[in-house]
């Protein structure tokens, strides 16, 4: 069974600043998705960026980017001049290929200080 | 291009009553998932339905139940209601086939059992 790791509860950076999540995850599966999902006080997840894993380049959307160690089983994500709107709950999560079951780590719950 | 809709988006029950909770995946997409989210558990998977056939199941007692419909609509059912069942139920859709790998989450249904 797959297992993802969110080793850091809670975060919090000040405006501007750039911050990293970090995320591990157990798997004996080749080829898979990772996630980051943003989940603001309002609540609706959000799809913040995306990895395939049998891409190489670490994947970038914006202000976001991923440091993908495939060998290392680690997905961090870097957020680039953090905003206030960046206060949210942070999920990491997990994904086979051809099965739409998403595992889920714990979370880790980031305030943007003005 | 309308989102995920979930409805209703908050109930109160009491103990030993049924929910029915329903879930609008975005127009195209044949596949729904749902999911609970507590704060002690975090976000589990329930189940995934795709052409009105459930494709996986999660580790829940069989009180929990869903189903499709040929429009892709989806509901899920908890029967005999426990306290433990309070939580933020989500559904999500995506593209089967086209594989993606991305998942789109509604604002979920927040369940409350007394």
């Known amino acids: 069974a797959q297992t993802v790791t969110q080793s850091q509860p809670e975060m919090s950076v000040q405006e501007a600043e750039t911050v990293t999540l970090s995320c591990t995850y157990d798997t004996s599966e080749s080829n898979y998705y990772l996630f980051w999902y943003k989940q603001p006080p309002s609540r609706q997840m959000i799809l913040v960026i995306r990895q395939e894993a049998y891409k190489q380049q670490n994947a970038t959307e914006n202000r976001f980017s991923v440091n993908f160690q495939k060998a290392a089983k680690s997905f961090s994500l870097k957020i680039s001049d953090s905003q206030l709107g960046d206060t949210a709950m942070y999920f990491c999560?997990?994904?086979?290929?051809?099965?739409?079951?998403?595992?889920f780590g714990t979370g880790t719950r980031l305030t943007i200080i003005p | 291009k309308a989102g995920v809709t979930q409805t209703p988006r908050y109930l109160i029950k009491t103990r030993g009553q049924q929910v029915t909770l329903s879930c609008s995946p975005i127009?195209?997409?044949?596949?729904v998932s749902w999911y609970q989210q507590t704060p002690g558990q975090g976000l589990q998977f329930l189940f995934e339905?795709?052409?009105?056939?459930?494709?996986n199941k999660g580790n829940f007692p069989g009180r929990f139940s869903g189903r499709q419909f040929s429009n892709s609509r989806s509901e899920m059912n908890v029967s005999t209601l426990e306290l433990g069942d309070s939580a933020l139920y989500l559904c999500?859709?995506?593209?089967?086939?086209?594989?993606?790998?991305?998942?789109?989450f509604g604002e979920g249904s927040r369940l409350t059992v007394l």
């Open positions: 999500a859709s995506s593209l089967y086939g086209v594989d993606t790998g991305e998942l789109f």
């Open positions: 339905y795709f052409s009105e056939t459930q494709r």
């Open positions: 999560a997990f994904r086979n290929f051809g099965n739409e079951k998403l595992t």
């Open positions: 127009s195209g997409h044949r596949s």
